[in-house]
């Protein structure tokens, strides 16, 4: 706990922020990149799993 | 490597086991660059702020980096019309983007306390303000024209002509007198910062690289995928 506090120091109110903004950045980008490539992936089995395509 | 990667089926066998080793590589990396930055003194000058500079500079230099991959792989599409190249640049701007804005976000965080405003209109935070509204308007663009060769074009000659922007980004802070700080890291001579910050900072800076690499072939694998789907789609409807 006093690793935390000291980390941010009496700029707290920057710092924390900064971090959060760039993990939720991070979410972001890794939630959104999975989702996609999950969503056309599958998209692409069930369409080649309709049948033979000429 | 990138002749090899430029066959679609290559690419996919590649970035099948290449992007979930990236990822992994860089979650280390910036654990332990983070976890040496925090324990890194404050500094003399700015005091705990120093620490936003762990995740603010990586976060510049990966949206730059982004940049020049865009362009790259617009090149790559405008000149040879390469399909890749077009889903790898498509792939890499949104990422682009997401790295511009954190470090927009991150800086102005930092710049409060140091200099006491959120923002200023010198030559550095506008360039890669500029950057940032780039990689939008590429998405934009893309995103207006319904012909896809075409939006491929469109976007390739709008992404080849933004990259002046990189060495204005680059060497803004010596051609200007400008309230962000001038060059610290790549500069002739060295770097002029500490080894106890330029370590972490530099393990997180690649951490940051690789996370982009793992997400900008995951996202380039996404593109190739919708692409296969759009085309059987069409032949399913013309059967």
């Known amino acids: 706990m006093n690793d935390f506090a000291a980390f941010a120091g009496r700029y707290g109110a920057y710092i924390w922020p900064a971090y959060g903004a760039s993990a939720l950045a991070f979410a972001w980008m890794i939630a959104d990149t999975l989702a996609r490539a999950r969503r056309w992936r599958r998209e692409v089995e069930r369409l080649e799993g309709a049948g033979p395509i000429p | 490597m990138i002749a090899a990667l430029a066959n679609p089926h290559r690419f996919m066998a590649f970035s099948r086991w290449a992007a979930p080793a990236l990822g992994a590589l860089a979650a280390g990396l910036i654990v332990v660059g983070l976890a040496m930055g925090a324990r890194a003194p404050p500094d003399y000058q700015q005091g705990e702020t120093v620490r ?86 590429y998405l934009a663009l893309r995103a207006s024209i319904e012909d896809e060769a075409k939006a491929a074009r469109a976007g390739a000659i709008l992404a080849l002509i933004g990259l002046i922007n990189l060495p204005i980004i680059k060497f803004s802070v010596e051609w200007w007198n400008t309230l962000h700080q001038g060059e610290s890291i790549f500069r002739a001579g060295g770097p002029t910062l500490a080894a106890v910050y330029l370590i972490p900072l530099a393990i997180v800076g690649a951490g940051y690289s690789a996370a982009f690499g793992a997400l900008w072939m995951t996202r380039t694998r996404a593109e190739v995928w919708r692409r296969r789907a759009a085309n059987l789609a069409m032949r399913a409807a013309l059967r």
């Open chain 2, 52 to 137: 936003i500079m762990f995740i603010h500079v990586p976060a510049a230099w990966t949206a730059m980096l982004a940049y020049g991959c865009l362009g790259g792989a617009s090149f790559f599409s405008l000149i040879f019309r390469h399909a890749l190249a077009d889903a790898a640049a498509k792939a890499a701007a949104p990422l682009g983007a997401a790295f511009t804005l954190m470090a927009l976000v991150t800086g102005s965080l930092w710049g409060r306390p140091m200099w006491g405003t959120w923002w200023v209109w010198d030559a550095r935070l506008t360039s890669v303000l500029v950057l940032f509204l780039l990689f939008v308007g």
